[in-house]
């Protein structure tokens, strides 16, 4: 293997990938009475370095590829995801319904990765929600469910080590990914609320390089503000007279450009989620498919966090 693992103690290991880069993520090795493993995707090193091992249990952050990618390749290991990403884990037809294909009047499974990819997916085995805990012999783990980036997505707990494993509240400099139609805008924003407020001592997430020991809090913060950067740019749009949600996604708020085609529809999601979140907050009001400020809301007197 071409980077060791970091041992984070005497039975949790941080296997590493370069830093964003699809399909993989970083996983989280357990090597107790029985030996468990944070996600899956690993780079083909780390895969030949874990064939060895006998693993017991596989547990699933949330059911995007870039997390599951070896799942079939530890057929004896027991795979265990939240509730609500249950459903979309194992089955491609069931995976293909959360991308919103009907939103948007276009087959978006034609840009899905999974089939270049070769993935096989395979059906989970067993359910966690908020709190479970999870007993390996010395190393106990507690499930944080943290919605948002889809419903059933996860980050843990380890309380003996100070660490949150925060999976794709990933600190990506870009911000966060709500792109699709089975994810949630206020959920996202209070999950990762709930992660500045465990005030951890480390932090990992799925895709930046870690463990995180400093300015932690700081940086979630940041993360966590691109939110409410987004929606006041979503305000000055409408404001300029923008009103359906494509005009505001040709404004290029969130990407800059759109590099492959299905970033457009990315943008699309992403800027629906805040308008439907402005609506919420009484600031915006919808004309069938056309969207305006409420009088007296301008770009000037926004307090949106
Ligand atoms: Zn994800
Ligand atoms: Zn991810």
Same mark, same amino acid.
């Given at each position: ?16 990938? =370069? ?6 993520? *970083? ?9 468990? !493993?944070? #996600? ?9 370095? !874990? +064939? &060895? ?7 699933? /952050? ?20 939240? %509730? ?5 884990? &194992? ?8 991308? &919103? ?21 395979? %059906? ?25 980036? /889809? ?7 380890? =309380? ?10 990933? !600190? ?7 792109? @699709?139609?089975?994810?949630?805008? *206020? ?9 500045? *407020? ?37 305000? @000055? ?6 009103? /359906? ?6 404004? @290029?708020?969130?990407? +800059? ?30 004309? *069938? ?5 409420? #009088? &007296?809301?301008?770009?000037? @007197? !926004?307090?949106?966090?």
């Amino acid at each position: 293997m071409k980077s060791e693992p970091k041992k984070l103690s005497r039975h949790v290991s941080l296997l590493e990938v =370069p830093e964003y880069t699809f399909p993989y993520c *970083n996983t989280i090795l357990i090597e107790d009475d029985a030996c468990c !493993l944070i #996600d899956t995707a690993v780079t083909d090193d780390a895969f030949q370095y !874990l +064939r &060895g091992k006998h693993i017991d249990l596989i547990v699933s /952050t949330h059911y995007h590829v870039d997390h599951n990618l070896h799942n079939n390749h530890f057929p004896q290991a027991k795979i265990m995801v939240h %509730e609500a990403d249950f459903p979309y884990l &194992g089955s491609r037809e069931r995976f293909i319904s959360t991308l &919103g294909s009907q939103y948007v009047g276009e087959d978006l499974s034609r840009y899905l990765k999974v089939d270049q990819l070769g993935y096989e997916f395979r %059906e989970p085995d067993e359910t966690m929600s908020d709190g479970t805990i999870i007993d390996l012999g010395h190393t106990r783990l507690e499930v944080l469910h943290l919605p948002g980036h /889809t419903a059933g997505h996860c980050g843990f707990l380890f =309380p003996d080590l100070g660490l949150v494993f925060s999976s794709d509240i990933d !600190l990506d400099r870009f911000g966060p990914w709500y792109g @699709n139609a089975a994810c949630n805008l *206020n959920d996202f924003i209070d999950s990762v609320d709930r992660v500045i *407020n465990l005030k951890p001592e480390m932090l990992i997430t799925s895709h930046a390089s870690g463990p995180i020991t400093s300015n932690i809090q700081a940086r979630l913060a940041r993360y966590r503000d691109e939110f409410y950067r987004r929606e006041k740019e979503v305000i @000055n749009a409408l404001y300029r007279g923008k009103h /359906t949600l494509w005009e505001i996604v040709d404004e @290029n708020i969130i990407y +800059r450009k759109f590099h492959e085609p299905q970033m457009r529809y990315f943008e699309w999601f992403m800027i629906r989620q805040h308008v439907l979140r402005l609506i919420g907050l009484g600031k915006v009001f919808a004309d *069938n498919d056309r969207y305006y400020l409420y #009088d &007296g809301v301008r770009p000037s @007197n !926004l307090n949106l966090a």
